[in-house]
C-alpha cells in the first residue's frame, strides 16, 4: 500500500494517533471488520464454538471458552478407510505398550507394505520430517538436536539396531521407546509408520533395498537387539 | 512492526560476550579436573557412544544414574557381566540384579560389546563426571533481536512543526512589536488585540488564491490518509499494522526449535509438530503429547532465561511430575493469531501438499526470527490474489495437475488455443488455472 505524502501533516498524525490507539497492544488484533464472521458460531478448530459474547451473551461465551476443543478420540475406536487398498491399516494394534508388547511385536508382526523403492521413496519424506533430526540422515543418530541441544542420541541403525525386526520398529514408532523417544502414533496414521519402517530397513541394509547378508531370523534378534 | 526499544537488552551479541566471558571465568577454577584425564576422555566417549540413550552419569533417566553403579554393585555380583548381558545375570537369579529389574520396569538393557577396561572408564567417568561449563547460547545464535526497526519520521515531522510555529509566532510578535512602534513613532494607538482565530481569518480573507489551494490540497491528503486508515481495519499482520503477536500461555520460541542447524538450532521441521499442515485444512497446533515426546527427556535448558519455567509448564499441562505420571493434565489454552473470516476458505492442505509452497511464504521468516509467534501476512484477499496471479505452478512430478494437463493436451482446439494463452508469460499461474474463481475460496 502506497505511504501518504509527508507533508499530511495534521490528518496523518491524527490517523497515527488512531492507529496507535487500537494498533499498540500486541496482545490485541486491533479493530474488527464484521466480529461475527471472525467469531463463528460454528465448530471450528481451535475456536471454541459460540465464542462470540454478542451472539450468546458473555455467561455463556465463558463457559464454552473453558471447554477444550482439542479431545482424544472415543476409546476403542480405529480410524477406518474404505479404500480397499488401505485395508491392512484398518485393524487394532494389538501388541500393548509394555516390554512384553514389545518382544511379541518383534517376533510376529510383519509389514503390510513391500520392499521397493517407491514404499522407500515415500518412507524417506516422513523420515525427514519426523525422524531426521535426532536419528540423523543415515541414522546414526547424530540429527541436529542431538548435537545442538546436547540430546540423549539414539543408537545407531549401522551397529546397535542393525538387526531390529520390522515389528519392533513400528512399535517404537507407535508408542515410543525409552524416555527420549516418545510415541508418534498421534502424528503419523499406520501407513506412514510403515512406510517410514520401511525406510528404516532401507537405512539399517546401509542404503539398500536389500541386506548383502541375509536378515537373521527374527526370534535370534529378540534379546540381542533392545 | 511489534514496539520494542530499539536498545533491548535481548538484542546485542555484545552481552552474550560478556556473558559467556563472565561464565568462563567464574566456572573455569570450580570445574575440578578428574586425575585420569586420559581414562576420563576414554570413558566419556564409550559413554557417549553406548549408553547416553538411556543413562545419565549423574540423573537417572530410561536407565539409573551411572555415578556411584560400581559401588551399588560392590559385593552384590560381578558387574562386568551385568553391563554386558543383564538377561543372563537375571536368569542366574542374582537377587540384587532382579531387584534393579523390577524397579525399572521390567526394562533389558541392550547387551553390550565392551571390554571390562571400557567398563572401568566409563564408571570413571560417571564417578568423576562434571558436567561442562553451563553451554550458554552459541555465539552465533543471539536470541533474535527484534526486527529491523523502521525508523519512523512522524515525530520529526511534529518537531519540526512545533519549531516552524514558534518562529513563526515569535515573529509575528517581532512584526507587531515593530508595527507598534512605527505606529507610536506616527503617533497613532497600538494596533487592536486580535484573537489567534481572527488573524486567521484576516489572513485567509488577504490571501484566497493561496488559502483555497492550501485547504484544498489539505482536504485530499485528509482524505487519502483517511483511506489508508480505513483500509487497515480487521488486518493483523502485513507491512502497514503493527502485527498480531499475542502472549501465550507457554513462550514457545520457534527459532530454537526449527531454526537452522548450522546456527545452533535444532532445526525441528516445522511439520513435526504441526502435522495436520499436509493431510488437513489446519496445519494444527501440536497437542502436548508431542511436545513430550522430546520434553520428557528435555527438563531443562539454558537457552532462554525463562525456558525452565515454560518446560515445567508443558509438564504440568500433560500431567507429569518430573519422571511420574500425576494423572491430571491441565489443557493449554493456546491464543489463536491467524483468523479468516468465516466468508473465506482456506486449506493447508492444498498449499502444502498441492502446492508445495514453504511455510515461510506465508508465514514470514518464523524459524529465523520469531521467538514469539506474530502473524506476518496480512491474510487480506488482495494479499491472497496477488499471489494467485504471480505464483507458477509447480507441474513437474505433481499428479494433481495431471488430469487437467491432459484435457488440455487433448482437446486439440480450444485446449491448445488455452494453453497458448496461458503460456505467453512461459508459465502458468494459479490464476490460469482458475485460481481467481470466487467460488475457489467464497461458497
Keep these: ?226 | 512492526m511489534p514496539r520494542q526499544s530499539r536498545f533491548s537488552f535481548r538484542s546485542p551479541g555484545l552481552f552474550h560476550a560478556l556473558f559467556v566471558l563472565a561464565l568462563t571465568l567464574t566456572a573455569a577454577p570450580s570445574l575440578a579436573q578428574p586425575a585420569d584425564a586420559a581414562l576420563y576422555a576414554t570413558g566419556e566417549k564409550v559413554f557417549k557412544g553406548n549408553c547416553a540413550s538411556c543413562h545419565k552419569p549423574d540423573k537417572d533417566m530410561t536407565g539409573p544414574a551411572l555415578k556411584g553403579a560400581r559401588a551399588r554393585w560392590e559385593g552384590k555380583g560381578d558387574i562386568y557381566a551385568w553391563v554386558r548381558n543383564s538377561t543372563d545375570v537375571i536368569k542366574s537369579g542374582n537377587p540384587y540384579a532382579n531387584e534393579l529389574f523390577a524397579k525399572w520396569n521390567k526394562a533389558l538393557m541392550t547387551p553390550m560389546a565392551v571390554s571390562n577396561e571400557e567398563i572401568d572408564a566409563v564408571l570413571y567417568y560417571a564417578d568423576n563426571y562434571a558436567p561442562a561449563a553451563a553451554k550458554a547460547p552459541a555465539a552465533g545464535t543471539p536470541a533474535p533481536a527484534g526486527e529491523p526497526q523502521e525508523v519512523s519520521f512522524w515525530p520529526w515531522v511534529l518537531v519540526i512543526g512545533l519549531l516552524l510555529l514558534v518562529v513563526a509566532l515569535s515573529l509575528g510578535g517581532v512584526r507587531k512589536s515593530l508595527n507598534n512602534a512605527v505606529r507610536e513613532a506616527e503617533g497613532k494607538g497600538p494596533l487592536p488585540d486580535r484573537t489567534a482565530w481572527q488573524g486567521f481569518k484576516n489572513w485567509v480573507w488577504h490571501n484566497k488564491v493561496f488559502a483555497s489551494v492550501l485547504g484544498l490540497l489539505l482536504l485530499t491528503w485528509g482524505i487519502t490518509a483517511a483511506w489508508d486508515w480505513a483500509l487497515t481495519i480487521g488486518v493483523y499482520g502485513g507491512d502497514t499494522v503493527a502485527h498480531y503477536k499475542p502472549e501465550q500461555p507457554i513462550r514457545f520460541d520457534h527459532t530454537l526449535h526449527a531454526g537452522k542447524a548450522d546456527k545452533g538450532n535444532l532445526a525441528i521441521n516445522c511439520q513435526y509438530c504441526h502435522s495436520g499442515a499436509e493431510k488437513s485444512k489446519h496445519a494444527g497446533i501440536p497437542s502436548a503429547n508431542v511436545c513430550m515426546n522430546c520434553h520428557q527427556a528435555v527438563t531443562e535448558s539454558q537457552r532462554n532465561p525463562w525456558s525452565n519455567a515454560e518446560i515445567k509448564k508443558i509438564h504440568e499441562a500433560t500431567g507429569w511430575d518430573g519422571m511420574a505420571y500425576t494423572g491430571t493434565p491441565k489443557p493449554i489454552q493456546w491464543v489463536k493469531v491467524h483468523n479468516l473470516p468465516d466468508l473465506a476458505f482456506f486449506s493447508h492442505e492444498q498449499h502444502v501438499a498441492v502446492g508445495k509452497l514453504e511455510c515461510q511464504e506465508c508465514h514470514g521468516p518464523i524459524d529465523e526470527q520469531m521467538d514469539q509467534a506474530e502473524q506476518w501476512a496480512p491474510l487480506t484477499m488482495g494479499w491472497c490474489i496477488q499471489c494467485h496471479k504471480d505464483k507458477e505452478v509447480k507441474m513437474a512430478g505433481n499428479g494433481y495437475y495431471d488430469e487437467i494437463m491432459a484435457r488440455l493436451e487433448k482437446d486439440e482446439k480450444l485446449g491448445h488455443r488455452e494453453l497458448k494463452q496461458y503460456l505467453e508469460d512461459e508459465k502458468i499461474t494459479v490464476k490460469e488455472l482458475g485460481g481467481w474463481e470466487c467460488a475457489k475460496c467464497h461458497y
Aim: proline fraction near 11%; glycine fraction near 8%.
Design chain 1, 1 to 226: 500500500m502506497r505511504k501518504p505524502h509527508p507533508t499530511a501533516v495534521i490528518p496523518a498524525l491524527l490517523a497515527a494517533a488512531l492507529l496507535q490507539a487500537c494498533g499498540g497492544d500486541p496482545n490485541s488484533p486491533g479493530i474488527e471488520y464484521m466480529p461475527d464472521m471472525y467469531r463463528s458460531p460454528s465448530v471450528e478448530a481451535y475456536v471454541d464454538p459460540g465464542q462470540d459474547p454478542y451472539l450468546v451473551g458473555e455467561e455463556k461465551a465463558a463457559a464454552q471458552r473453558s471447554t477444550p476443543s482439542a479431545r482424544l478420540p472415543v476409546a476403542g475406536t480405529v480410524p477406518f478407510s474404505f479404500d480397499p487398498a488401505k485395508a491392512a491399516f484398518n485393524f487394532h494394534y494389538p501388541y500393548p505398550a509394555t516390554q512384553e508388547g514389545y518382544e511379541r511385536a518383534g517376533l510376529e508382526l510383519k509389514s503390510p507394505l513391500p520392499m521397493t523403492q517407491p514404499v522407500v521413496d515415500r518412507g524417506k519424506v516422513i523420515y525427514d520430517k519426523f525422524c531426521l533430526h535426532c536419528h540423523g540422515a543415515k541414522g546414526e543418530g547424530d540429527g541436529s538436536v542431538v548435537k545442538n541441544g546436547n540430546y540423549p542420541p539414539p543408537p545407531s541403525y549401522l551397529t546397535i539396531l542393525k538387526d531390529m525386526p520390522e515389528g519392533k520398529i513400528f512399535h517404537s514408532i507407535t508408542y515410543g521407546k525409552n524416555v527420549a523417544m516418545g510415541g508418534h502414533a498421534s502424528q503419523l496414521d499406520k501407513e506412514e509408520r510403515w512406510a517410514v519402517t520401511r525406510y528404516v530397513q532401507y537405512l539399517q541394509n546401509g542404503g539398500k533395498l536389500l541386506r548383502d547378508t541375509p536378515v537373521p531370523a527374527a526370534d535370534s534378534t529378540a534379546t540381542a537387539a533392545k
